[in-house]
């Protein structure tokens, strides 16, 4: 079976002009994946945040979320919320998941852009059933800056597609086709 690892970076990304910034975390995302990871079984859920005071909310949501109190209040919260760890950036996850399993993940950047020599959806599944250690990698904001992902990633993934000539999901419903479409029932 494949160790499949979730990332949620914050820098580098775009701003909707096409410049590179540092998004600010969202509650909703923090949860929903944290969520998602939980349900899909993943062995965890990086999220890459590099400036402190964004760290710090992330590090006081999670210190409430690990206390006795959260779990009577919401218990499969709380279990989800174990797989979440916050990290400055990639390089950072992809250390964590190297001391945790020995070995560096695969690592798959993903965008809603059509990339030159994407991997499809079927392909990689396949590849991720044969098992080996797996980092997906979403983007806040617009998306990854472009050149960051082709310089890191070691697999590109396809964009979602439905064929409605839109395309502009948010993280959180993207991770979750993704993941369902590389790990769910088939």
Same mark, same amino acid.
């Given at each position: ?60 949501? *999670?210190?409430?979320?690990? &206390?006795?109190?959260?779990? !009577? ?6 279990? =989800?919320? #174990?797989? $979440? ?49 797996? *980092?997906?990698?979403?983007? &806040?904001?617009?998306?990854? !800056? ?6 890191? =990633?070691? #697999?590109? $993934? ?29």
């Amino acid at each position: 079976m494949a160790a499949v690892y979730l990332a949620l970076l914050h820098y580098p990304v775009l701003d909707k002009d096409g410049r590179v910034i540092n998004t600010a975390v969202t509650n909703l995302d923090l949860h929903d994946l944290a969520r998602l990871a939980r349900t899909y079984g993943l062995r965890g859920y990086y999220v890459a945040q590099p400036l402190a005071l964004q760290r710090k909310l992330v590090e006081r949501l *999670l210190a409430y979320w690990r &206390t006795e109190g959260a779990g !009577e209040y919401n218990r499969t919260r709380q279990e =989800a919320f #174990e797989a $979440l760890r916050l990290v400055n950036d990639l390089d950072e996850a992809v250390a964590g998941i190297e001391a945790e399993t020995g070995s560096r993940p695969t690592i798959v950047g993903t965008s809603a852009r059509q990339r030159p020599g994407a991997v499809s959806f079927p392909e990689l599944r396949d590849r991720m059933a044969a098992g080996g250690c797996w *980092l997906i990698v979403f983007g &806040t904001g617009w998306g990854i !800056e472009p050149g960051f992902m082709a310089e890191r =990633a070691d #697999e590109l $993934l396809e964009p979602i597609d439905p064929g409605a000539g839109y395309n502009h999901l948010s993280v959180r419903a993207a991770a979750a086709i993704v993941i369902d479409r590389l790990l769910g029932r088939p």
